[in-house]
């Protein structure tokens, strides 16, 4: 498959976890990962050294939030959904490891991105073409 380098991979696409919960997520490239490391990173000198220091709660808080644009099925324990803001997204990825394993797996793999972009581009051609 040929890659578009092109393509405008910041809007995210839905995914499946399982037959009830759903995500939203957006594509994690290689250079909004290195932004959000380096807004998250402190350095400081110490004995002629670079030391860098990574906040990891900013970096989970802020990785989190760029990547989950939205969800379905996630609920409270009186069964109400929950709201997709920052503070929801990062206490769930904490609560799961196999949630979070899903989020991060699917935000780094561009095949995922790449194939609902030509999926849609190929509905948005055929719905546009004039009808005989």
């Known amino acids: ?10 809007e995210g696409v839905w995914v499946d976890f399982d037959t009830d919960v759903s995500f939203k997520v957006r594509y994690l490239m290689p250079e909004k990962a290195e932004d959000i490391r380096k ?18 709660a900013k ?23 929950v709201e997709c803001i920052a ?7 904490g609560k ?10 699917t ?5 995922n991105f790449e194939a609902k972009k030509q999926e849609m581009e190929g509905k948005n051609s055929v719905s546009s073409s004039p009808s005989n």
Not at 39 to 56: I, T, V
């Open 96 to 105: 799961s490891i196999e949630i979070s394993n899903f989020i991060f797996q």
């Open 87 to 93: 503070e929801n997204k990062v206490k769930l990825l």
């Open 1 to 10: 498959m040929a890659f578009n380098i092109d393509a405008d991979l910041t």
């Open 107 to 111: 935000a780094g793999d561009i095949a």
């Open 59 to 81: 970096h989970t808080r802020m990785l989190a939030d760029y990547i989950i644009q939205d969800w379905k099925g996630i609920v409270a324990g009186n069964g109400s959904p």
């Open 39 to 56: 807004a998250c990173s402190k350095k400081k000198w110490r004995g002629g050294n670079m030391d860098e220091r990574l906040d990891d």
